[in-house]
């Protein structure tokens, strides 16, 4: 029942978007070519899944965001940890990594299909610098902002920097982490969108893209309808393993039991 209960203000919300958006194209409204109706979406919706058309492009667009998510994830965090425990490293690396996240990453897109070509693996690679430098930034201030006393007391006890940094130091950077986790799927989804955008045979942006030339507005709502899909299971998912992963702060945040 709180299940329900907590699922009721959103699907009103989704009725009232709905009305609204019926509403803005009934007879007086809107023509269809600029907006189409909730039922012309549906039905090209329904035609997409039904006849097999959709699946090729979400598999493809599914795959390029989670490979390129996982690799940047990885590098953010690995490389996160190192400019976090080495000064060297930072000086040596830091202005670099900074210097390629402030270049424009629809700059770089061509470039990137030169390299790696149109297929699969060039999607994957603007994914990974796409959400890198999010989860990089999270890394190296949630471990460096780990409580400098129980630091001191472990070292007190002559723990070894390992365990300082595997019971203090990522426990303290675990939050910080998880919120580079979560804003990183979202922005996984838009590189592989802007680069089936701007080179690609498959994908759901170059569903998008193709509709947009054939005028079909249908198909174009139903893509952005997909990919908002996608985007919201992935940050349920995120959000899921943060409760999992975090789950002191669950127990700070629930309500003190009342006294009888």
Excluded at 214 to 236: D, E
């Amino acid at each position: 029942m709180r299940r329900l209960w907590n699922l009721l203000p959103p699907l009103v919300t989704l009725g009232l978007i709905l009305g609204a958006w019926h509403l803005a194209t009934g007879p007086t409204g809107l023509p269809s070519y600029l907006l189409p109706g909730p039922a012309q979406v549906g039905r090209a919706l329904w035609g997409g899944f039904a006849d097999g058309s959709f699946w090729p492009h979400i598999g493809f667009t599914l795959t390029s965001t989670l490979v390129g998510y996982a690799i940047g994830s990885v590098g953010a965090v690995l490389t996160g940890i190192c400019v976090a425990e080495s000064r060297l490293f930072e000086r040596f690396v830091y202005p670099y990594i900074v210097a390629i996240q402030a270049a424009p990453k629809v700059a770089l897109a061509p470039l990137i299909l030169v390299w790696f070509g149109f297929g699969l693996a060039s999607k994957v690679v603007l994914v990974a610098l796409i959400c890198f430098f999010p989860l990089l930034v999270n890394t190296i201030i949630g471990i460096r902002a780990a409580d400098r006393e129980l630091i001191e007391m472990a070292r007190s006890f002559s723990r070894s920097p390992v365990f300082i940094f595997l019971h203090v130091k990522l426990p303290a950077a675990a939050p910080a982490i998880l919120g580079g986790l979560q804003i990183g799927i979202v922005l996984a989804l838009i590189g592989a969108v802007v680069g089936e955008f701007v080179a690609s045979d498959r994908g759901v942006g170059y569903l998008i893209g193709s509709a947009t030339v054939n005028m079909n507005v249908s198909v174009m709502f139903a893509g952005v309808i997909i990919l908002s899909v996608i985007g919201m299971a992935g940050s349920s998912i995120v959000q899921a393993l943060q409760r999992r992963i975090i789950f002191w702060q669950a127990d700070r945040s629930a309500p003190p039991p009342s006294e009888t």
